[in-house]
């Protein structure tokens, strides 16, 4: 089983504000990441796939990066929406395993 | 628009088998393989299973000796059975489902783009 593994779990940001998510996989991955945000008490939304694609209908502030074992998500300047928990999937193996979460609050 | 609903019982006892059915509308169930993600309260998401419409399925070790999950094309539905429940499986549970893509590498799937709203079930006696 890959373990992804989430940093920081809490992530305090002004709004306006940059704010980077990290996640990390216990061997590599290539390109098979995916990004999520979760509202509470609505399911995940697929924010970005293959490391760096957006999905349909995200906004161009929402940016992800990275390859192998080590991935970003960047959200260039904070909308109050934007305040959620984020969660990054693997699915390079069958067995698809999801990071712990990043909780984005604001400061 | 694709969307997926899922309905079952909300309380289950322990010990007793678990049945959820989500209904995809907006799109046809044919052509692309459909999963069931799991989420204790408070906590992350587990992966559980997949299936294709050719009744292809893979499931999550962790839980494959207890878990079942087949589809009905005739109704555009597919379902999971998990059965012995005990509390550790209290959870909302969401159908999906699976993405997949071309890029200048090749084909690619296993994200998920389409989501129910989730259903929690909790198991009590």
């Known amino acids: 089983e890959i373990v992804m593994t989430q940093s920081p779990a809490t992530l305090s940001v002004s709004p306006g504000e940059r704010a980077t998510l990290s996640c990390r996989a216990s061997?590599?991955?290539?390109?098979?990441l995916a990004w999520y945000q979760q509202k509470p008490g609505q399911a995940p939304r697929l924010l970005i796939y293959g490391a760096s694609t957006r999905a349909t209908g995200i906004p161009g502030r929402f940016s992800g990066s990275g390859s192998g074992t080590d991935f970003t998500l960047t959200i260039s300047s904070l909308q109050s929406e934007d305040f959620a928990v984020y969660y990054c999937?693997?699915?390079?193996?069958?067995?698809?395993?999801f990071g712990q979460g990043t909780k984005l609050e604001i400061k | 628009q694709v969307q997926l609903q899922e309905s079952g019982p909300g309380l289950v006892k322990p010990s007793e088998t678990l049945s959820l059915t989500c209904t995809v509308s907006g799109g046809s169930i044919s052509s692309y393989y459909w999963s069931w993600i799991r989420q204790p309260p408070g906590k992350g998401l587990e992966w559980i299973g997949y299936?294709?419409?050719?009744?292809?399925?893979n499931y999550n070790p962790s839980l494959e000796s207890r878990v079942t999950i087949s589809v009905d094309t005739s109704k555009n539905q597919f379902s999971l059975r998990l059965s012995s429940v005990t509390a550790a499986d209290t959870a909302v549970y969401y159908c999906?489902?699976?993405?997949?893509?071309?890029?200048?590498?090749?084909?690619?799937?296993?994200?998920?783009?389409?989501w129910g709203q989730g259903t929690l079930v909790t198991v009590s006696s």
């Open positions: 999906a489902r699976r993405h997949s893509y071309y890029d200048s590498s090749g084909y690619y799937y296993g994200d998920f783009d389409y």
């Open positions: 299936t294709y419409y050719s009744g292809d399925a």
């Open positions: 999937q693997q699915y390079y193996i069958g067995l698809y395993t």
């Open positions: 061997q590599s991955v290539s390109s098979n």
